[in-house]
């Protein structure tokens, strides 16, 4: 039988086969061959409820731990936890180095006083300009076309409201959701395991929280190209990483206002920090 994991606890998997649910083990020889099950993989089951393959997955990602994902949601809380660009340019790197479509999806802006609007709006509006997707966690109608047809993956900062924006995509779900915790400023984990679901005519995949993502396996190279703006601004020189050079036409991008400069600040701190 051929199936898609949909949940992973421990060592037991959750199967959908022809809209039937198993529970499964895999063969003890994955471990050997350093193979380990993600929910969204596509696999084999055999009759006896063992996973006897896994199919070859289109991508694979480790945090969050799933694979074979057409688009990426990336949903950004504007406060409470605050907005934070360095752990979204980390998540549109996992996107692009794994050619998956990111879809950054802000919540919480009803908390936002006038001047931080303005602000992280005009941020917003960057990234959109650049060629990035920006949509409202209140606008369910454009999401749900979106994932229609798609597999799909929620992920973002602990308490930006992924299980809430769930639970507007489907009410059946219920998935637990809590508070902001006020001794330290961030979610509560409220998602503990990473599932698969069937919503909006496509599937979604609801992950737990990261206040930080480790992005130092990633080359300067891959880190350079991810910053897919960049590529507008053709340097003179030759495999210039847009770090030193002060004729470089990058750096020029970013003195003239062309390229966000908090954006930049980000691509030197991933640089630096895997120099370390």
């Known amino acids: 039988m051929r199936g898609i994991i949909t949940e992973v606890n421990a060592d037991l998997y959750t199967i959908y ?27 084999l089951l055999s009759n006896e409820g063992i996973i006897t393959d896994i199919l070859p997955r289109k991508n694979s990602l480790d945090r969050p731990f799933v694979s074979n994902i057409d688009i990426l949601f990336i949903v950004t809380s504007l406060k409470s936890p605050d907005f934070s660009t360095n752990l979204l340019d980390k998540f549109l790197i996992i996107a692009y180095l794994n050619n ?88 509560k984990h409220t998602t503990r395991l990473t599932t698969l679901y069937s919503v909006a005519g496509g599937y979604m995949l609801d992950t737990p929280g990261f206040s930080d993502i480790d992005i130092s396996k990633f080359s300067d190279e891959d880190i350079r190209n991810s910053f897919i703006e960049f590529k507008k601004y053709p340097c003179k020189y030759r495999d210039c990483n847009h770090t030193k050079e002060d004729e470089c036409s990058v750096k020029k991008a970013v003195r003239d206002g062309h390229i966000l400069k908090s954006r930049y600040d980000n691509y030197l701190l991933f640089i630096e920090r895997r120099k370390r």
Not at 21 to 33: D, S
Not at 152 to 166: D, I, M, R, W
């Open 100 to 187: 998956i479509k990111p879809i950054i999806c802000y919540s919480k802006e009803d908390l936002l006083d006038k001047d931080e609007h303005k602000e992280i709006f005009n941020i917003l509006s960057y990234y959109k300009k650049i060629g990035y997707t920006v949509v409202s966690n209140r606008d369910i109608k454009e999401i749900k076309k979106i994932i229609k047809g798609n597999t799909c993956c929620f992920t973002g900062q602990t308490g930006a409201g992924k299980s809430t924006l769930l639970n507007s995509l489907d009410k059946n779900l219920k998935l637990k959701t809590d508070e902001i915790s006020k001794a330290l400023g961030r979610g």
């Open 17 to 43: 086969v022809d809209n039937r649910k198993f529970t499964a083990k895999a063969r003890g020889v994955f471990r050997k061959r350093h193979i380990e099950p993600k929910v969204g993989d596509i696999c």
